[in-house]
């Protein structure tokens, strides 16, 4: 379909289409090769019989085009002409200029990012990609889709698999959500809602921030759902559950409970922070590829501890309004939900990002390692906080004139709270950075090879390239959406490319590769089909 410009009326033209330079057309007449570049005689003489022709240069950290390719489309051949012999085979027709050989594409390389797992040479070489069979122009938007790759994505029986089992979770836990709405509306009554509402302030400002920084490469609703739900419901429920059968057995061996000050500063961090983080090690063994890197952690981590949060806000809020009205109320709502609403969230994003630093290039038995020092450093901070808060507490017991007493918990609730806050939210920031320099780090592999041009990587590797790419394709019809694949297929091949690196996944690994080589192939193909045609 074609479009028609009135007067005055501008169309955002696409960039000129080229196709890569073939060393077997002569140059035009009256062109000289560039300077600096040999004439290549020797190329041209004839060979002994059985010699073979030499390959391409290997682009550094890319792959060596296979031998044997066919000849690419659009060379010409030639044809005899009448009156006129043909020179002997690898000898130039008489009067005609010599061909020289264009040099190779210079590879680029990209600056490694922080929290990232250094990549060396070594590691590109041995884990070399298969090039395309036409190598990419550097012009944006350009390149040939591979007609031999696969059109099912591998590993479908895995992930359909996979999606079952985290739709079950997530409808039990769904289900023990309603069993504890059951229960607060049977101990508060119609003031559950109320509390809820309260708690739901600092939840709602934790999950914009998160999905904030999810936004670069966005994990799975899916997986987003599941844990906000576990921090809510199953964490609580595990820790009340584990809580109970330790009062029991300290009961059985004549020990009457918990002394406060233990139980608050050992009990409670080792309970809470065991019950929540230990759906990051279900998520990272059983679907690595949505848990690459530490911001998948931080993420992931994050959303639990805002979910624990939740659920614990309405059960101190419900009982300060049972024991003190609105005044109790009041202030127990300034205090955990604006004063200090951060803290079960930057506690499980330790164990969250330790995780995730090593999800990246180790094997999987050291995943379970990396999430025990992430862990105890959630459970020191837990119990440094509930420590302080009780000795604060204590001492503000001689300075009852002064606001009650509770002068000194408000000043170190305030300060030690904006510290971990600051700290939790500045992590975020570097994080989603290094993300952003990880991705455009990888995808330096594909442009290196052939399969995207260095012009694409700094599209798909920037907040602005992106952008611009998403204004410039929503001109044609279907760009935008076509546009929106080729930035979400760069995430997956991001994961996919350090996942090869590292030696991850084997062979089945190579082929989900190649699969999403195709699909950004395909995608760009599609959206430049749709700028000629809208130009027309």
Known sequence: MSAQNGPGSQRPQPPQVQGPPNPNVPPAQGQVPPQGQPQNHDRFRPRPQGSQQPTPQQAPGGPQLPQGQPQMQGQPQMQPVPGHPMPPQGQPMPGQPVMYAPPPAQARVYAQPRFAPTVTQEMRIRAGMQAPQQVVTDTPWTGAV???????????TGNIVRLVAAILVLVALVGGLGLLALLGGLSFGVRLFGLIGLAAIPLLAIIAYVLWLDRWKP?????LGICLLWGAVASVILTLGFSLVGDIALYMVGINGVP???????????????????????IVLAARRHFEGPLDGLVYGSLIGAGFA?????????QSWNDGELPGLAVTFAMRCLGSPLLHTAFSTCAGV???????????????LMWLPGLALGMVLHGFWNASMTLLGAFGQATRNVMGGMLPQ????????????????????????????????MLGDYANSGWLTHAEVDMLGTWKGRKNGRDWAKSFPGGKEEMKTMIRTSGKLSTTRMR???????????KIER??????????????????QTVR
């Open 310 to 318: 939740f659920t614990e806000n309405i059960l101190y809020l419900g």
């Open 146 to 156: 591979r007609k031999a790759q696969p059109e099912t994505e591998p590993d479908s």
């Open 219 to 223: 994990q799975p609703k899916l997986l």
């Open 410 to 441: 408000i000043i170190g609730l305030v300060v030690l709270s904006a510290i971990l806050s600051a700290a939790w939210v500045t992590l975020g920031l570097i994080l989603r950075r290094s993300e952003r320099m990880h991705t455009q780090n």
């Open 500 to 510: 090869v690196l590292a030696g991850i996944g084997g062979e089945q690994e190579r």
């Open 354 to 368: 330790s995780i995730g630093l090593a999800a990246r290039k180790w094997p999987w038995w050291s995943l379970i």
């Open 515 to 532: 699969a999403e080589l195709k699909q950004f192939s395909d995608a760009r193909e599609r959206l430049l089909a749709a700028s000629r």
């Open 260 to 282: 406060d000050v233990i139980g608050a500063v050992i009990q409670a961090p080792i309970l809470e922070e065991s019950t929540k983080t230990v759906l990051l090690l279900v």
